[in-house]
């Protein structure tokens, strides 16, 4: 084989020099993992999830990648992730299964065939207790179950550690004869609540590991602890030789204190938050038959009549009961400036009131709403494994099959000097340099980047971003929303004062419109409360909007030529004579300027590609500083996309919905204005403050990022190497390396979060 030619593992995929897989376990996994028999209905336990009913319930209709979510209940390693997912290879129907190890579940994709019961069945099979999640569902509440059942294993390790430290302590005094066979019987009696309790978990790791040949830390934990028990017991029926009951059950205890520790912050520091940052113990008036009482934000339900006050957040979306309001849209288009909307509106979840307060009724729960679908696919996708999380999972299988080859290869070579010394320090060093750390590193200081990233302003889809954003040599930017403030301002009308009644009819066909064309004359003209009604009204877009005003025909339509070149301009037609015509312009944002100057000494190219009139684009790159050899205008989204993709390591930064081709064709998406869901089905990121900054906290954000991501990875092979060492060497013993087994996660969390400050 021609070792110069660089191929991928067919397990992992990551890069090897001509090999099939890049390690044993790999290989292992890929080749010797086998389809699991299909139980009958009446022999599965989960027969039940395959009726009609079941299916609907928990099926998330709104993902693309999977649809349907398992909390897997024991998830604590690398080796889990990697056993789960090659469910497709356990299960034929199952088309994809993807880890989010932050969350602990596993979402799947299974085919309309597929059994839901065959795919629990599987999971169950592998050693996790599954638990579908419905979309509704709240993942907190399995972590409160799951912890429950942790704190019940260490409180009877614990108990059973320290009563047997009670009894030992007077046979290590001198203690001899018949009190002290009875003694170390009582001790026997409190080991078996660890022996056929705490311990379970070991267990079905331990099998795993020997059933799928899996390399994990179970398999010699539940050696050494069966061992010491088993020699105990013997020396016990001898009443002749030592007693490690003590020891090892102290050995336990630690053990399992320390993945609680890790399972602890796991959830604290990468489980989905959020939709609590969003509204955190936020409460809302609901008003009930005239009176007026208070709700939590979660407890809104479609029909309810809330009463929104000044600087609350909309807890769902719903349709506005007051005539006028204002409104802080910048979570949905990334601008500071209030839009005024009608009554009869919809509004959306995460919409601020501006206004002393507001009536709104509910139309959906929190969990149906735009933010809500969106927020919860975000946390979904969230810790998608990037390039480097990959390659820690990867070390951290290497680790474990070096640490293990190490500690055998010790114990055979040593055992002729010293059995018991060969055992014990093998065992320490196999718990000390156990790679948890390792594994966990990687996700920790992605899910703290997220939540500093949102606290920024910037929601991002994914954790891979953060990488690629790195990589950028090239940046297009849209025109209007991105370089511009993308807010529409009224500059003159034809006539200069346009008479009340002729306002009133203006605003009253674009009450319910959400074109800027409209927001920007509701904002003008918001002195006219009292809008005169109109009927047959009918929208179309790029076009107008057209309807009947007290037996007149009204039509509002776009210019398709202005006499201001840089202008925006609208006419006004009354029964098909035209009676106004009003012009606007989209002012140059006060940061564009210095931003383009700042990436272009970064030496990032920086292009300008709009829709707009060239002469238009040409004034705004003139006003950036954007060389007319990379500015165009009057583009449609097609030609975008194809001046785009004649670059490498590109950025495209513009609207959500009209640059969609161009943002999923560069190698970072941003969108800075639209809708945020329909933004995040073609970007990469969300931008949900006005400006350019967002992207200087990006670009610093991502480096920030790197830095904590190495600094980490150091902390954990130093830690492993010089543990490891030490451990070999006789100065850790297996109870000492228990204890220490939570430090180098411990260094690695306050590594993250100082490094996240």
Same mark, same amino acid.
Request: glycine letters at 6%.
């Given at each position: ?351 601020? =009131? ?62 002729? =000097? ?85 306002? %009133? ?75 106004? %015509? ?176």
């Amino acid at each position: 084989m021609d070792l110069n030619v660089a191929t991928n593992c067919n397990y992992c995929g990551i890069p090897t020099q001509g090999d099939a897989y890049c390690c044993r376990a790999c290989e292992i996994l890929d080749t010797q993992v086998k389809e699991m028999p299909v139980l009958a209905v009446a022999q599965n336990p989960f027969s039940y999830l395959d009726q009609p009913e079941f299916r609907d319930l928990y099926r998330h209709k709104n993902q693309d990648d999977f649809n349907f979510l398992f909390f897997a209940e024991g998830l604590h390693c690398s080796s889990c992730v990697h056993l789960l997912e090659k469910l497709p290879q356990f299960y034929e129907h199952v088309e994809k299964a993807r880890v989010n190890f932050g969350q602990s579940t596993v979402a799947v994709k299974i085919s309309d065939a597929g059994s839901l019961a065959q795919t629990a069945h599987v999971i169950q099979e592998l050693g996790y207790k599954p638990t579908l999640l419905s979309p509704q569902d709240n993942i907190v509440e399995k972590y409160k179950k799951e912890n429950r059942t942790h704190l019940k294993r260490i409180a009877v390790a614990g108990f059973c550690a320290g009563n047997t430290m009670l009894f030992v302590i007077p046979v290590y005094a001198g203690l001899a004869g018949t009190w002290a066979h009875i003694f170390n019987f009582l001790s026997f009696l409190l080991f078996l609540p660890i022996l056929f309790y705490s311990a379970i978990p070991f267990y079905k790791g331990a099998w795993n590991s020997l059933k799928y040949q899996v390399v994990n830390v179970d398999l010699p934990i539940t050696v050494a602890m069966l061992s010491g028990f088993a020699l105990s017991t013997v020396n016990l029926v001898k009443q002749d030789g030592a007693i490690y009951y003590d020891s090892t059950a102290s050995f336990m205890f630690f053990i399992l204190s320390a993945r609680y520790l890790l399972k602890r912050v796991q959830q604290n520091y990468l489980s989905p938050t959020r939709v609590q940052s969003f509204f955190k113990t936020e409460k809302y008036i609901l008003v009930e038959d005239g009176e007026e009482k208070s709700i939590p934000w979660s407890s809104a339900k479609p029909g309810d009549l809330l009463k929104i006050q000044r600087h609350q957040t909309l807890p769902t979306d719903s349709l506005l009961e007051s005539s006028q309001a204002n409104l802080d849209m910048s979570l949905f288009n990334g601008e500071s400036l209030p839009k005024i909307f009608s009554r009869g509106m919809s509004l959306f979840a995460g919409t601020k =009131v501006l206004d002393e307060s507001i009536l709104i009724r509910v139309k959906v729960p929190f969990t149906e709403s735009k933010l809500g679908i969106l927020l919860k696919q975000l946390d979904q996708n969230a810790l998608q494994k990037s390039h480097f999380i990959t390659l820690s999972d990867k070390l951290a299988q290497k680790l474990i099959v070096t640490v293990f080859s190490i500690a055998l290869l010790f114990f055979f070579l040593y055992m002729s =000097v010293n059995p018991t010394e060969a055992f014990n320090r093998s065992l320490a060093l196999i718990v000390l340099a156990c790679p948890c750390a390792l594994a966990f590193g990687s996700p920790l200081t992605f899910g703290l980047a997220l939540k500093k990233a949102q606290k920024l302003g910037i929601l991002l889809k994914d954790a891979t971003s953060l990488e690629r954003i790195l990589k950028v040599r090239h940046i297009f930017f849209d025109k209007t929303g991105t370089l511009t403030e993308g807010n529409l301002q009224i500059s003159h009308s034809e006539p200069s004062n346009i008479p009340e009644d002729l306002k %009133r009819a203006i605003l009253g066909l674009e009450a319910a419109s959400y074109h800027p064309v409209a927001f920007a004359l509701r904002k003008a003209w918001a002195h006219n409360s009292e809008l005169i009604e109109a009927s047959n009204v009918q929208e179309t877009l790029g076009r107008g909007v057209h309807g009947d005003i007290q037996g007149c025909h009204y039509e509002i339509r776009h210019l398709a030529e202005s006499t201001h070149e840089v202008e925006t301009g609208i006419e006004v037609l009354k029964d098909g004579t035209s009676v106004a %015509r009003i012009y606007f312009i989209d002012a140059l944002r006060g940061d564009s300027r210095s931003s383009v100057q700042s990436l272009q000494r970064q030496n990032i190219e920086c292009f300008l590609l709009s829709g707009d009139k060239k002469t238009r684009a040409q004034q705004a790159a003139d006003a950036c500083g954007i060389s007319r050899e990379n500015t165009y205008g009057e583009l449609f989204p097609e030609d975008k996309k194809a001046i785009l993709e004649k670059y490498t390591d590109t950025c495209m930064i513009g609207d959500g919905a009209n640059d969609s081709l161009s943002l999923q064709s560069a190698d970072v998406g941003i969108a800075v204005k639209g809708s945020v869901d329909l933004s995040l089905q073609s970007a990469d990121i969300y931008f949900m403050r006005g400006g350019l900054s967002p992207l200087f906290d990006l670009m610093n954000l991502a480096k920030q990022t790197r830095r904590v991501l190495v600094r980490n990875l150091t902390i954990s092979l130093v830690y492993n190497t010089l543990g490891g060492t030490l451990a070999l060497m006789g100065f850790i013993n297996p109870m000492m390396a228990a204890i220490l087994m939570p430090l180098s996660s411990l260094a690695i969390i306050l590594s993250s979060l100082w490094g996240f400050r």
